[in-house]
């Protein structure tokens, strides 16, 4: 991908997408990010917003797909719906977009690591699929990201874990309570979460879109994943907070989030294998150095 080239960002008003956004812009490709625009945010400057309204696929060069509604929600079947359709109809309208663009482009389409089963032994990118709600997204997800690959286009997807981002994500999600000194472990704690700092998501984006060799499905993860525990009380530690409260039992949990504290219950030991051998080297792959990085005065 020459730099110059015209990318489209689905979700480019997004924790990751603005990121990314600017990073592209940085590198001297032209953005157009595609979106509702108003209440749906705006992009970051120097980018172009379009409606999907309008022909936006014309003079692309190459689409980062990384739209979708949030899981991080309860899962009522309205929330349901809307999670698989903006995922499903979504990836689908934007393979037509780039089928009408003509061929030799690029698909860059987020994924998630919720196709894998809760286990504890490592998954990597050929480990089997596992069963329930997300899974089932995410093979319907990936499924219409393959249809790309139609008149030469090249398609990668990217299973992304827990993102660690300064201004959301999750710990947009547990720093408040864990800055009160409230944080404490869920479930066992044992429960094996793999996760990534949001700069070496980006750089991962960045090298799947410049990389003709990258194809196919690749783990947005850090090599080592960490259990749940773990990873609670280096958080407490990176806010300089005590860690000592009994860990929230899953039944509360479940009381609580219904049938998203599945999400949070399930355990994830899943390895990057192919961003490694593709000879992606990780920024922060280091819980601690990662933490403190994010959460620096």
Same mark, same amino acid.
């Given at each position: !991908?020459?730099?110059? #080239?015209?990318?489209?960002?689905?979700?480019?008003? %997004?924790?990751? %997408?603005?990121?990314?956004?600017?990073?592209?812009?940085?590198?001297?490709?032209?953005?157009?990010?595609?979106?509702?625009?108003?209440?749906?945010?705006?992009?970051?400057?120097?980018?172009?917003?379009?409606?999907?309204?309008?022909?936006?696929?014309?003079? !692309?060069?190459?689409?980062?797909?990384?739209?979708?509604?949030?899981?991080?929600?309860?899962?009522?079947?309205?929330?349901?719906?809307?999670?698989?359709?903006?995922?499903?109809?979504?990836?689908?309208?934007?393979?037509?977009?780039?089928?009408?663009?003509?061929?030799?482009?690029?698909?860059?389409?987020?994924?998630?690591?919720?196709?894998?089963?809760?286990?504890?032994?490592?998954?990597?990118?050929?480990?089997?699929?596992?069963?329930?709600?997300?899974?089932?997204?995410?093979?319907?997800?990936?499924?219409?990201?393959?249809?790309?690959?139609?008149?030469?286009?090249?398609?990668?997807?990217?299973?992304?874990?827990?993102?660690?981002?300064?201004?959301?994500?999750?710990?947009?999600?547990?720093?408040?309570?864990?800055?009160?000194?409230?944080?404490?472990?869920?479930?066992?704690?044992?429960?094996?979460?793999?996760?990534?700092?949001?700069?070496?998501?980006?750089?991962?984006?960045?090298?799947?879109?410049?990389?003709?060799? !990258?194809?196919?499905?690749?783990?947005?993860?850090?090599?080592?994943?960490?259990?749940?525990?773990?990873?609670?009380?280096?958080?407490?530690?990176?806010?300089?907070?005590?860690?000592?409260?009994?860990?929230?039992?899953?039944?509360?949990?479940?009381?609580?989030?219904?049938?998203?504290?599945? !999400?949070?219950?399930?355990?994830?030991?899943?390895?990057?294998?192919?961003?490694? #051998?593709?000879?992606?080297?990780?920024?922060?792959?280091?819980?601690?150095?990662?933490?403190?990085?994010?959460?620096?005065?």
């Amino acid at each position: !991908m020459k730099h110059g #080239a015209r990318v489209v960002v689905t979700g480019g008003t %997004g924790l990751v %997408g603005r990121r990314l956004t600017q990073q592209l812009l940085a590198r001297g490709y032209e953005v157009v990010v595609v979106g509702r625009g108003g209440g749906g945010g705006q992009p970051v400057a120097g980018a172009t917003l379009r409606s999907w309204n309008d022909p936006w696929w014309e003079g !692309m060069d190459a689409v980062i797909h990384l739209a979708g509604a949030s899981v991080a929600q309860r899962w009522t079947q309205k929330n349901r719906s809307a999670i698989a359709g903006s995922r499903v109809e979504g990836t689908r309208a934007v393979v037509a977009g780039l089928l009408a663009a003509g061929g030799n482009k690029v698909l860059v389409s987020a994924s998630a690591t919720g196709f894998y089963r809760s286990q504890e032994e490592v998954s990597t990118e050929a480990s089997p699929r596992g069963t329930g709600f997300l899974s089932d997204v995410v093979r319907d997800w990936e499924a219409e990201a393959v249809k790309a690959r139609a008149d030469g286009n090249r398609v990668v997807m990217l299973r992304t874990g827990l993102v660690l981002a300064p201004e959301g994500g999750v710990l947009g999600t547990m720093g408040p309570v864990f800055k009160a000194g409230l944080g404490s472990a869920l479930g066992s704690g044992r429960q094996w979460q793999s996760w990534i700092h949001i700069d070496d998501l980006c750089a991962l984006y960045l090298k799947a879109l410049e990389d003709a060799k !990258m194809e196919g499905v690749y783990n947005a993860v850090v090599p080592e994943p960490v259990r749940q525990r773990d990873f609670a009380r280096a958080l407490a530690k990176a806010l300089h907070r005590p860690f000592w409260l009994p860990a929230a039992p899953a039944a509360v949990l479940r009381l609580v989030l219904g049938d998203m504290a599945q !999400m949070l219950l399930d355990s994830h030991r899943i390895v990057p294998e192919r961003a490694v #051998a593709a000879g992606f080297g990780f920024q922060y792959p280091q819980l601690d150095s990662a933490l403190r990085n994010l959460l620096k005065p």
